[in-house]
C-alpha cells in the first residue's frame, strides 16, 4: 500500500525538484530523518486514508439501502438497538486498538529520527530576524568562523546544529533533510540529520517571527567530503584583497559609508556584529536570506535599496552614489 | 425553602389560555423604545444580538480571509504589504476564534437552551445582558483599532518574545491582549448561566438522562470554558504587565521563559478548539433525530464521549509544542493522548452514521449540511492524528498542512453545523422559513468551495510551503495549488453570499413556520415561532427524552407560578424535581452601563497602570446601582 501511495504522489514530490534554490518537500527526502519521517507518514496516511473511505462508505449505505416504513419516530426496533449498540462498542474497541497501534509506529519512528550521533560534525546556528548565523566553531579558534545564511556540509555525515536565537523565536526547518525545531530566545535546542546525497537544500523559517518571516530561508549545500573540506579550508582564511584600483576603493567606501558598523570582512578592519558576515559573500548563492538568487544585479538592487526589496529589515538604504555603489559591488564581488 | 403561600397573589392556576397568555406577556414583555432595548434582559432578545453580532464578525474575518487569498493567489503579490498582512492573519486567526466561534456557540446557547430545558429565562439574565455588551465592545475595540492601524500583527497566539515591548514597541499588541480579556469575560458569564439554567431551571421531570443532547453538549463546553480561559487570561495579563510595568513574566534574560507563555496559551487553545466543536456536535445531534426521523442512537454513549472529550482536551496541550525541544519520551506521551481523543470523537460519528442506518432521511438543508460536516470532520479528525504524531508533526508543524487541517475540522466540524443549526432554528427564532432552493446552493457551493479551498492546501504543506508568510516566490512550485486554493476561497465566500440573501430576503417575507416545522421532539418546539416573551404559558412536565414525539397534541404542565411577578420554577440536580419559585430579574441599564465602566477600565489599562486606579471607582458605582436592592418580593424576605 505505501509503495503504490508513493508512485501516486510522485508527481508532487518531482515538483520542487526543477526549483533553482534547492529542494524543499517532505515528499522529497534527500535525509536519514526525513526518509524516515516519510515512511511513518505513509503508515499514518495508508490508515487514514482506509478509515475516511470506510466511513463513507458506511454513511453513503446507510443513506441509500432500503428503509422500512414506520411513521412513528419512537417506534423502534428493539433486537436491532442492540445489535448497533454492539456493534458501536467494538468499532470504538477498533478505532482504540489503531490509535494505540499509531502510538508505537510514531514512538518508533520518532526514535530513529532523533538518534544521536556522537561523532556528528557540530554547527552553531543563530537565528536573527529575518537572516541566520552559522557558527562552525572548532577547539582551535583559528579553524572557527561564521557565515550566513548558506550552511555547507559533507554528504552522508551525520550533522549536529546548535539551536540558538539572538532575538524572537524562529524555526530551522530543512524538509528535504529533516523535520524542523525552534530556535528559541534563552534556549540551547539541538537537531542531527544525514544528507544522503550531495544537492542543494532549500530551508525556511518555520515560525512567525515578524514583518519579514517569509523573507527568511537559507540553503543547505551537502557537498562530497573532500570538497566540504577544501571549502572549509578556504572559508577559514580571511577575506581575499581587492586585486584592482576599483576593488580597493569599494574597500574604503565599505568602511566610510557605514558599511563596516554591522557587518564583519575578516581580515579588514570591518568588524561590525549586526548583520551577516560577509568575508566570503561573493561565493554565496543567494542574497538577503534566500530572497533572490546571488547575481551582480540582485547583489546591486539588494546593496542600494534593501528596504524595496525585504521591507522592513534591519538593513538601511545607505545613500551611495551610482560610482560609489559600484566600487562596493565590485569588492564584493571579489569577496569569494 | 419553602413556598410561602400568599392569598392575594394571583397564580397561573387562576386564570384561563388567553387571559394568562396576556397577563404573563406583559410581565415578561422587553419595555419598548431605545431605552427599553437597551435594558432588555430577555435571553432571546440577547440571544438575537449574540448571533447577530457573531455572524457580523464571521462575515469581516471572512473579508480577510478573502483578501489574503487575493494575495496568495500568485507568487511575489504586492496586493498587500507585509505589514497589512500580518494584520490581516492576525486578526483573521483572532476574530474568527474569539468574536465568532465561541460567541457564536454561546449565543445559539443562550437563545436555545432556556427553551430546550422548558423555563422562561437563562439563569442571571442581567449578567447575560452584560457579557453581550462587553463582547460587542470588545470585538468593536479591535476593529476599530485595525482600522486606525493599531491592528494586532502578532499572530493570534501572540508569541512572545516577539509580542513583547521589545520587538513590538507598539501598541499591537495590547489591543490583541486587552480584546482577549473582554471575550473571556462575556464567555465565562455566559458559561454560568448555562450551568446553572441545566442544573437548576429544567422542566419537572427532565432528569439527566432526559436532557436534550445539544443542551448536554453546552453543558460540557461551558465547563470546558470555565477550566480552559483562566489560564489565557493569565498569560494575556502576565503579557500586559510585562509591556506596560514592566514585569518579567517572559523575560528568559531575567529569570522568565518564552515557553511559559506557549504552555499557559495552549493550555487554553486546546481545549479552545472543543469549545467549538462540542457545540457543533450538539448541533448535530439535534438535527440528525428530526431529519433521520428517530432518536439519535447511543444516547448515554454520546453524553459520556462528550465528557471524555472534555476531559482529554485538558491533557494534550502540548501537541502544540512538539518542535520546541522537549524531551522526546515526554513528547510521545502526548502523541498517544492526543490521538487518544479519537476514541470518543469516533464513537459519537458511529452513533450518528448509524442513526442514519436506521432512520428514514428526509433530506432538507439543515441535513445536507450534517452529512458534509461528516464527510469533512471525519478527514479534518484523520489529519489530526497525523499531526499528533511527533515525527510527522516535525515536518508538517506550521506549514498549510496544518492549515488544512485545522480548517477541516474547526470549518467541517463547528461551521457546517452551526450553518445547519441557522436553517433549523430560524423558523423557531423568527417565525420564518428559509427557502429550501437557496439552502441547497447554499450548501453544495459550501462544500465544494471549501475542498477546493482547503484541499490543496495539505499538499502544499507537504511540498514545503509554511504558515504566515505573506508572499512566497515563483521557483517554489506552490503557485497552481495556491490559485487553485484562491479559486475555492471565492466559491466558498459565494455560499455565506446565498445565505446571507436567503436570511435577507426570508428574515420578513419568508412562509410562515408554525410552532414545529420539522415535527421535531425537543421543547423549543412545543412554543410558538417566535416563543413570546414567556416562553411558555404553561411550564411543561417532562416524561420522556423526546417529549412532542411521545404526545405532539398534548403536553402535560406545572401550575402554581406567579402571573404578578417574573417567576421561574427552581427543580432539583439529577431528577427535576420542583423545589422552589424564584424570582427573574426585570429589564436593567445597570448591567450596560457596568460594561460601559469596564471598557473604560480595559482600554484605559493599556495606556496607563493608573486606569486600574482611577477607573475602579465607575465600576464600583454601576455595580452598586445594579445590585442595589429593587423591593421585589424576595429582598422583602
Redesign the interface.
Known amino acids: 500500500m505505501p509503495i503504490r501511495m508513493r508512485t501516486a504522489l510522485v508527481p508532487f514530490a518531482t515538483l520542487p525538484l526543477a526549483a533553482c534554490a534547492g529542494r524543499q518537500s517532505t515528499l522529497d527526502p534527500q535525509g536519514l530523518q526525513s526518509a524516515q519521517i516519510l515512511n511513518t507518514l505513509f503508515i499514518f496516511l495508508s490508515v487514514a486514508a482506509v478509515v475516511w473511505i470506510a466511513v463513507v462508505i458506511m454513511l453513503c449505505a446507510g443513506l441509500l439501502r432500503r428503509k422500512r416504513a414506520f411513521d412513528q419516530p419512537l417506534a423502534l426496533h428493539q433486537p436491532f438497538e442492540r445489535t448497533t449498540g454492539r456493534v458501536i462498542f467494538v468499532l470504538g474497541v477498533a478505532t482504540l486498538a489503531i490509535v494505540l497501534g499509531l502510538s508505537i509506529v510514531s514512538y518508533a519512528g520518532q526514535r530513529t529520527v532523533f538518534a544521536k550521533n556522537e561523532h556528528a560534525l557540530t554547527l552553531k546556528i543563530i537565528s536573527h530576524q529575518w537572516w541566520w548565523e552559522i557558527r562552525y566553531e572548532n577547539d582551535s579558534p583559528d579553524k572557527s568562523f561564521v557565515t550566513a545564511n548558506e550552511i555547507r556540509i559533507p554528504a552522508g555525515q551525520p550533522v549536529k546544529v546548535e539551536l540558538e536565537s539572538a532575538d524572537v523565536i524562529h524555526s530551522f526547518w530543512v524538509p528535504s533533510l529533516t523535520g524542523k525545531m525552534d530556535l528559541i530566545t534563552g534556549q540551547k535546542n539541538e537537531l542531527q540529520f544525514t544528507a544522503k546525497n550531495a544537492g542543494i537544500y532549500r530551508g525556511q523559517c518555520a515560525e512567525f517571527c515578524g514583518l519579514q518571516h517569509a523573507h527568511m530561508a537559507f540553503a543547505v549545500l551537502a557537498l562530497p567530503a573532500d570538497e566540504f573540506g577544501r571549502w572549509r579550508d578556504h572559508e577559514n582564511q580571511s577575506a581575499n584583497s581587492p586585486t584592482d584600483q576599483l576593488g580597493r576603493q569599494g574597500e574604503q567606501l565599505f568602511r566610510a559609508k557605514g558599511c563596516a558598523l554591522c557587518h564583519t570582512i575578516r581580515g579588514t578592519l570591518a568588524g561590525g556584529q549586526l548583520g551577516p558576515d560577509l568575508t566570503h559573500v561573493g561565493a554565496r548563492t543567494t542574497v538577503a536570506a534566500g530572497t533572490l538568487p546571488l547575481t551582480p544585479a540582485t547583489l546591486g538592487a539588494w546593496i542600494a535599496d534593501p528596504q524595496h526589496i525585504k521591507p522592513g529589515n534591519y538593513m538601511p538604504k545607505m545613500p551611495l552614489q551610482s560610482d560609489e555603489l559600484i566600487a562596493i559591488l565590485h569588492y564584493l564581488e571579489q569577496l569569494k | 425553602m419553602t413556598v410561602r403561600a400568599d392569598e392575594r397573589e394571583l397564580r397561573d392556576d387562576a386564570l384561563n389560555g388567553l387571559e394568562l397568555s396576556a397577563r404573563l406577556d406583559r410581565i415578561w414583555r422587553t419595555p419598548s423604545g431605545l431605552l427599553g432595548a437597551l435594558m432588555s434582559v430577555d435571553h432571546k432578545v440577547v440571544g438575537r444580538r449574540y448571533i447577530a453580532t457573531a455572524f457580523a464578525f464571521l462575515l469581516l474575518g471572512g473579508i480577510l480571509a478573502i483578501l489574503m487569498r487575493i494575495q496568495l493567489a500568485g507568487p511575489e503579490q504586492t496586493f498587500l504589504?507585509?505589514?497589512k498582512y500580518?494584520q490581516i492573519f492576525t486578526m483573521h486567526g483572532s476574530t474568527m476564534m474569539f468574536l465568532f466561534a465561541v460567541p457564536v456557540m454561546e449565543a445559539f446557547a443562550v437563545y436555545l437552551v432556556p427553551l430546550m430545558v422548558g423555563t422562561r429565562n437563562i439563569a442571571f439574565p442581567r449578567l447575560n445582558a452584560f457579557s453581550y455588551w462587553m463582547f460587542l465592545f470588545g470585538g468593536c475595540f479591535l476593529w476599530i483599532s485595525f482600522a486606525l492601524n493599531v491592528g494586532p500583527d502578532?499572530?493570534w497566539f501572540a508569541?512572545v518574545?516577539?509580542s513583547s515591548l521589545q520587538?513590538?514597541p507598539t501598541k499591537r499588541p495590547d489591543v490583541w491582549a486587552q480584546m482577549i480579556t473582554f471575550t473571556e469575560v462575556a464567555a465565562l458569564a455566559v458559561s454560568v448561566e448555562i450551568v446553572v439554567t441545566v442544573f437548576k431551571l429544567r422542566a419537572p421531570g427532565m432528569t439527566l438522562d432526559r436532557i436534550p443532547l445539544f443542551v448536554w453538549a453546552m453543558l460540557v463546553t461551558s465547563f470546558l470554558v470555565m477550566f480552559a480561559m483562566p489560564s489565557i487570561m493569565v498569560a494575556s495579563t502576565s503579557l500586559i504587565l510585562d509591556r506596560l510595568v514592566n514585569t518579567r513574566f517572559y523575560d528568559?534574560?531575567s529569570g522568565g521563559?518564552?515557553?511559559l507563555w506557549q504552555h499557559l496559551f495552549w493550555f487554553f487553545g486546546h481545549p479552545e478548539v472543543y469549545i467549538i466543536f462540542i457545540p457543533g456536535t450538539g448541533m448535530v445531534s439535534a438535527i440528525l433525530?428530526t431529519f433521520a426521523?428517530?432518536?439519535v442512537?447511543?444516547y448515554p454513549?454520546i453524553i459520556l464521549s462528550l465528557i471524555a472529550t472534555g476531559f482529554l482536551s485538558f491533557g494534550l496541550w502540548v501537541h502544540h509544542m512538539f518542535?520546541?525541544?522537549l524531551p522526546?519520551l515526554g513528547?510521545?506521551l502526548f502523541?498517544?493522548s492526543s490521538?487518544?481523543i479519537?476514541?470518543p470523537s469516533?464513537?459519537q460519528?458511529?452513533?450518528w452514521?448509524?442513526t442514519?442506518?436506521?432512520?428514514?432521511?428526509v433530506y432538507r438543508t439543515p441535513l445536507l449540511f450534517v452529512?458534509g460536516f461528516?464527510?469533512i470532520f471525519?478527514?479534518g479528525g484523520?489529519?489530526g492524528?497525523?499531526v499528533?504524531?511527533?515525527?510527522?508533526?516535525?515536518?508538517?508543524?506550521?506549514?498549510y498542512f496544518v492549515v488544512a487541517h485545522f480548517h477541516y475540522v474547526l470549518i467541517g466540524g463547528a461551521v457546517f453545523p452551526l450553518v445547519g443549526a441557522v436553517y433549523y432554528w430560524f423558523p423557531k427564532i423568527t417565525g420564518r422559513m428559509l427557502s429550501e432552493r437557496l439552502g441547497r446552493w447554499n450548501f453544495w457551493l459550501a462544500f465544494v468551495g471549501f475542498n477546493v479551498a482547503f484541499f490543496p492546501m495539505h499538499?502544499l504543506?507537504?511540498?514545503?510551503m509554511?504558515?504566515?508568510?505573506?508572499?512566497?516566490?515563483a521557483?517554489?512550485?506552490w503557485a497552481h495549488l495556491n490559485l487553485l486554493s484562491s479559486g475555492g476561497a471565492a466559491i466558498f465566500a459565494l455560499s455565506f453570499a446565498v445565505l446571507l440573501v436567503n436570511v435577507m430576503i426570508n428574515l420578513r417575507s419568508g412562509e410562515l413556520a408554525g410552532d414545529n416545522p420539522w415535527d421535531a421532539?425537543t421543547l423549543e418546539w412545543a412554543t410558538s415561532s417566535p416563543p413570546p416573551p414567556q416562553n411558555f404559558d404553561r411550564i411543561p412536565v417532562v416524561k420522556?427524552r423526546?417529549p412532542l414525539?411521545?404526545d405532539s397534541a398534548s403536553l402535560p404542565v406545572v401550575a402554581g407560578l406567579s402571573v404578578e411577578r417574573r417567576e421561574l420554577l427552581l427543580t432539583s440536580l439529577a431528577e427535576a424535581e420542583p423545589q422552589t419559585r424564584e424570582a427573574s430579574p426585570e429589564p436593567s441599564i445597570w448591567p450596560l452601563l457596568t460594561a460601559i465602566a469596564t471598557t473604560v477600565f480595559f482600554i484605559g489599562s493599556i495606556f496607563t497602570p493608573w486606569a486600574v486606579l482611577w477607573g475602579t471607582p465607575p465600576m464600583a458605582v454601576t455595580l452598586i446601582g445594579w445590585f442595589w436592592p429593587g423591593g421585589s418580593k424576595e429582598d422583602e424576605e
Do not use: E
Open positions: 504589504s507585509a505589514d500580518n502578532v499572530g508569541y518574545p516577539l520587538y513590538t528568559s534574560s521563559h518564552p515557553l433525530a426521523r428517530r432518536p442512537i447511543g454513549v518542535v520546541t525541544g522526546q513528547a510521545g502523541t498517544a490521538m487518544l479519537a476514541v469516533g464513537l460519528i458511529f452513533c452514521l448509524a442514519l442506518w436506521d432512520g428514514r432521511p452529512i461528516i464527510v471525519v478527514l484523520l489529519s492524528v497525523m499528533a504524531s511527533v515525527p510527522i508533526d516535525t515536518q508538517v508543524h506550521d506549514t499538499i504543506g507537504l511540498i514545503g509554511p504558515r504566515r508568510v505573506y508572499t512566497y516566490t521557483d517554489m512550485d421532539s420522556h423526546d414525539w411521545l
